[in-house]
């Protein structure tokens, strides 16, 4: 099993910026992809950006130019950084990986103020 623990939302304006951080551990030498999703009101979950094992990326194309994912591979971290944050930002955002099991984060809100 794989343990997330997500950090690092919270209230900006528009056109602010915030860096989401999730901490893996468990069996995380299981892990295949690791990313981040997000879930507004009323919508279903969707993919914001995701690396695999082999280092590639893919970004939702709403984000792709404003958020940069990264990781950290001795401290099992991964990070989010939103830049030029819109009001349609605004969701719950949760750690996932695969095994390819899935597993997720308890999820972090953000919102953006217009």
């Known amino acids: 099993q794989v343990q997330l623990v997500e950090s690092g939302g919270g209230l900006v304006q528009a056109g602010g910026s915030l860096r989401l951080s999730c901490v893996a551990s468990?069996?995380?030498?299981?892990?295949?992809?690791m990313g981040w999703y997000r879930q507004a009101p009323g919508k279903q979950r969707e993919l914001v950006a995701v690396?695999?094992?082999?280092?590639?990326?893919v970004y939702a194309k709403s984000v792709k130019g404003r958020f940069v994912i990264s990781g950290d591979n001795a401290k099992n971290t991964v990070y989010l950084q939103m830049n030029s944050l819109k009001p349609e930002d605004t969701a719950v955002y949760y750690c996932?990986?695969?095994?390819?099991?899935?597993?997720w984060g308890q999820g972090t809100q953000v919102t953006v103020s217009s």
């Open positions: 996932g990986v695969t095994t390819p099991l899935s597993y």
């Open positions: 468990g069996s995380i030498f299981s892990i295949n992809t």
């Open positions: 690396v695999n094992r082999g280092g590639s990326i």
